[in-house]
């Protein structure tokens, strides 16, 4: 969505928006209120791992930016994509949501390393995106996205210096004793350690 984040080039991004309509964005649709916060969505500390990783390839990484998440299949038109980029996205996508949020609420470090295939179809230079042109940047990303994966397993430290692991500490707004045995049962790796 930016000139400067141009096809080829890698973006960790650290903002994302939610624009998806059909899909199951929660574990907690039972009768356990939970509201955790997705302020800042992407774990920093991975983040900045992959971030590394990826510059260890040599590739071209951007560190930064606003992803937003349409519900897809079909590509955006003119008209959205213009206003995608009047809201100040960077990138586009039909995935990461609802991933980041369920990592969230799986109190699971989550971050992004996504691969710029196309410029959209606002960039008035630019053909309409064709499959064609996404799949064929797409495989060149590939081995780029394996290097970087191998590079980060040796970054990564088993103590973890982030908030995620506690997501879920505060954010439990139901009585415990008023969470029913099935959503309990249902619940239990989630929530199971908080629980009386
Ligand atoms: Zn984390």
């Given at each position: 969505?930016?000139?400067?984040?141009?096809?080829?080039?890698l973006v960790?991004?650290?903002?994302?928006?939610?624009?998806t309509r059909d899909r199951k964005r929660t574990f907690f649709d039972c009768n356990c209120v939970v509201h955790i916060s997705v302020a800042d969505p992407f774990c920093?500390?991975?983040?900045?791992?992959?971030?590394?990783?990826?510059?260890?390839?040599g590739a071209i990484v951007h560190y930064g930016g606003s992803?937003?998440?349409?519900?897809?299949?079909?590509?955006?038109?003119?008209?959205?994509?213009?206003?995608?980029?009047?809201?100040?996205?960077?990138?586009?996508g039909m995935t990461t949501c609802p991933e980041a949020f369920l990592a969230r609420e799986a109190e699971m470090c989550y971050a992004v390393m996504a691969h710029?295939?196309?410029?959209?179809?606002w960039h008035v230079s630019e053909l309409p995106v064709t499959v064609e042109q996404v799949i064929q940047v797409l495989n060149r990303n590939t081995s780029t996205a394996?290097?970087?994966?191998?590079?980060?397993?040796?970054?990564?430290?088993?103590?973890?210096?982030?908030?995620?692991g506690q997501a879920v500490k505060n954010a439990i707004i139901?009585?415990?004793?008023?969470?029913?045995?099935?959503?309990?049962?249902i619940l239990e790796p989630l929530i199971g350690k908080y629980l009386p």
């Open positions: 969505m930016r000139e400067d984040y141009a096809p080829g080039e960790i991004p650290d903002g994302l928006f939610d624009f920093n500390a991975l983040s900045e791992k992959v971030y590394q990783a990826v510059q260890q390839t992803l937003i998440t349409i519900e897809g299949p079909r590509f955006s038109t003119k008209s959205e994509s213009n206003v995608f980029r009047s809201w100040g996205m960077s990138i586009i710029v295939t196309d410029y959209d179809v394996q290097e970087a994966v191998r590079n980060l397993a040796q970054l990564l430290t088993p103590e973890r210096t982030c908030e995620c139901t009585q415990p004793e008023r969470i029913s045995p099935k959503s309990r049962q």
